[in-house]
């Protein structure tokens, strides 16, 4: 049997502004800002676990914590502020892997934050984690953004933290 884990996965950043003409995909007040983080999960034991699908699997996930580390544009992320949960997991065919949905919050020092939620796969006979973010609004310049970014990285099985990086792009609005 698998042992408990707490499994995270979140953030985003920002790194150079990209200015693009207006497009249908990309309407005038928009800028394209490519992304790229660096990232550390802390989980919170004292959450409560959820328990993967099919229900009666005995396979549970740490049902939250923080995120510290870096993303471009943005920089130090305040991990008191930076949370995560687990919304729900699914066991498949393949007794090595999970997959979680998660959803949470990162922010910065400067006041920015961002809204996202995420599809992770855990494979534990290798230690990774692997999946994608959608960012999905927040607060400052992300007040009514968009986007996705691809992650990659390990998880630490003694203790349940995980680290990763990611790249990929995020839609801003522009004043």
């Known amino acids: 049997m698998m042992p408990v884990l707490c499994c995270l996965v979140l953030a985003m950043g920002c790194s150079k502004d990209e200015n693009v003409a207006p497009t249908a995909q990309n309407p005038a007040g928009t800028k394209i800002q490519a992304m790229s983080v660096n990232l550390s999960s802390i989980p919170d034991h004292f959450l409560p676990h959820v328990e993967c699908l099919p229900e009666g699997s005995h396979l549970f996930q740490c049902g939250g914590g923080s995120m510290q580390g870096t993303i471009s544009e943005i920089g130090q992320v305040v991990r008191e502020e930076s949370r995560w949960k687990v919304t729900g997991c699914e066991a498949?065919?393949?007794?090595?892997?999970?997959?979680?949905?998660?959803?949470?919050?990162?922010?910065?020092?400067?006041?920015?934050?961002?809204l996202y939620t995420g599809i992770i796969t855990i494979d534990y006979s290798v230690t990774a984690v692997y999946g994608t973010l959608y960012i999905e609004g927040g607060s400052g310049k992300f007040s009514k953004s968009s986007g996705k970014i691809d992650i990659a990285g390990q998880v630490n099985l003694a203790t349940g933290s995980w680290t990763w990086t990611g790249n990929g792009n995020v839609k801003l609005s522009t004043p």
Do not use: A, L, Q, V
């Open 92 to 114: 498949g065919s393949d007794p090595n892997k999970i997959k979680e949905y998660i959803s949470g919050r990162i922010s910065s020092d400067s006041g920015h934050c961002f």
